[in-house]
């Protein structure tokens, strides 16, 4: 499925960004490793909320890049 526009991601709990139009999200000169990432609930866009409480635990390789995909949840009665 697409991605979302607008949603706050945070890295480590400590560094933000916001999703492009396409859902899309980078963190520029990251250090290699562990890290952990999390939506900010109020920035996800209703009928949905973020799937994971405790974020999404990432790794990143020495000089390269990683893709996550965040999951959401539809949330509410249907």
């Known amino acids: 499925e697409a991605g ?3 949603v706050e991601v ?3 709990g400590r560094y933000r960004v916001t999703t492009d139009g396409a859902g899309r999200f980078e963190f520029p000169m990251v250090v290699t490793g562990g ?3 999390a ?3 109020e920035s996800v ?3 949905w909320g973020a799937a994971l409480d405790q974020g ?8 390269g ?4 995909r965040i999951p959401v949840v ?3 009665g249907e």
């Open 74 to 76: 539809r949330v509410g």
């Open 10 to 12: 945070i890295l480590d």
């Open 56 to 63: 999404l635990g990432i790794e990143v390789p020495l000089r």
């Open 65 to 68: 890049q990683t893709t996550a």
């Open 45 to 47: 866009p209703l009928p």
């Open 4 to 6: 979302v526009p607008g």
């Open 39 to 41: 939506l900010r609930p």
């Open 35 to 37: 890290h952990r990432l």
